[in-house]
């Protein structure tokens, strides 16, 4: 079960786990059930959920939660959820703990201090004296509501207007982290399962856009230093022994004069977990493969978009991961997205594909 605040983001958010579910059940947005879509993700192998429990508006959200708690099942949230409809003893992991271990504060607590980017915490108050226009700074939301999809994090280069992003009016505290120039990305995958042993999923090279936003993976064979590993693998134990079970991804990087970092800690399903898990399950000889993640965009109702995408489905080397239309919502904004795989044996040819995929529909 995930939550954000952003309307849209959370309920394809909540959809993503069904290509993987199987037999377990998901409380997910109706937008990502719609059966073409469904047929798209049997049709390529996947296991999908056969217990999705929809919600169209807020209050079905509610209505399945309490449901679900009256089957007497155990709640795994991958966003915080308030006490009143989600109580901390029916969860495989508090509210109280996701919330912390997503605050964007709280990487000083569980990354040693040479693997952390220079950061200071400081109050809204004091934020105008912290940000100035002349320098570059990223600035993140320190909160134990901190939602991920990017709606958290704003980047600023030196000598643009400051402008505040809109939840420097919701929080009471920001963190201020020095802009990196960086020469790799990754994304370190892991899980924590119910025995509690922190386990490495795999590395992946991170696609960045120009605004900073994360728009997919590279996988396959990615190398990652030795001592940035450890870390990574330690950082996730320090969550399982305080509670945490499920999926992360550990934001780290090389900068342009060498040192390695980790810079963010996501303690939740992300962009990279379920194309990894996708894979893993059906293709996991593509792991080893060139392989990349993307997600289109379109006002076309999803059913239109997979019909065009059917050719290049069948040819292969494509595979259909997750996706969402807010028609079968009460979202009144008609938006399509679709997550895909793309793979194959040679890396340019991959790349050039889903290049290709994200030119014709994302503008």
Sequence with gaps: MLWSRDRN???WISARPLAIAADTPVITSAGGTEPNL???????????????????????????VTEALSDGLLMSMEYPQPAALYPAERSV?????VGYLNNK?????????RFQARRQIVTVDELAEATPAEKSWVLKAATNDAHGASLSVYLHRAGDPVILPAFADIVTAVVVE??????????????VAADGQARLLAVTDQLIDADGVYTGGRFGLVPLPADLLTECLAV????????YRGMCSLDCAQTNDGRLLMFDLNFRITGGSIPLLALNTIRPDALDCPSESTKLITSAPIGALLAELRPALQRGGLIVTGGHDTRRTDNT???TTLHLIVFGDDHDDVTTRRTKLEAMYNH
Excluded: C, M
């Excluded at 047929?39 to 508006?57: I, M, N």
């Excluded at 504060?105 to 201090?113: E, L």
């Design 236 to 243: 996730t134990q320090r969550a399982a022994d305080v509670g």
């Design 93 to 97: 992991k508090s509210a109280e703990l």
């Design 38 to 64: 469904l047929a798209a993700l049997r049709d390529g192998g996947l296991p999908v959920g056969t217990d999705p429990r929809e919600f169209r508006t807020e209050a079905e959200f509610a209505a399945r």
């Design 333 to 335: 904004i008609n938006q």
């Design 178 to 191: 020095e802009y990196l120039n960086i020469h790799r990305n990754w994304g370190v995958q892991l899980y």
């Design 9 to 11: 983001t959370r309920d």
């Design 105 to 113: 504060a709280s990487i000083g607590t569980f990354v040693a201090p």
